[in-house]
């Protein structure tokens, strides 16, 4: 991919996903220290979220394609745009770097280095929030790369931005970002115990995106545009 080897691109995905999550768990922390405010929380939460995604895409994206997520590896691997063996070590790479995220935050703030979170998130409603977070995300990343490619930073950071308000679970949207928030017993953690049902949930989400995506976005023919007008012999 772009002339880097595997090493380093696995490299590219864990530094990206453990800085993505110190992001996350970091900013969270912050928030909740700084204000009793729960909205105010969210927002400081949210804000540095977006720009971090914008900065990392850019920077690591030439390297790895910046997945940053297990849904997204899966979604390349199935449009053949990544083989699958490549895939499984994305992903290892990927929980691997956002436990280390964890850590680093819990250490910048003082905290214990892993600590079980007891925030329950839950829920039919939870599920399909996560399900529509994590299709509108592939459909963010798909179209971006069809018709703007330069833009996807922007893209993919102004989208999970707009998650993190719009949808009941505040847009997780990726299962090694869940996985590592699981870790953290702070404003932006999840029990252990309700993973499963968000992980599922983020999968099928990404996958009926690709789905869906793959056909909308599908070149037509030439000789089809042409019975329907839509290109001049």
Known sequence: MNGFDLPRRLTAEALGTGLLV????GSGIMADRLTDDTALALLGNTLPTGAILVVLITILGPISGAHFNPAVSLVFAMKRDIDWNAALLYIIAQIVGGVAGTVAAHLMFGLPLIEASLTARTGAAQWFAEAVAAFGLVATILAGIRFSSSSVPW????YITAAYWFTASTS?????VAIARSLTNTFSGIRPIDLPGFIVAEILGAIVGCLLMTWLLRKQPEAEARRSGKVRA
């Open 22 to 25: 110190a992001t996350v768990v």
């Open 155 to 158: 893209l993919v950071g102004l």
């Open 172 to 176: 997780f949207a990726n299962p090694a």
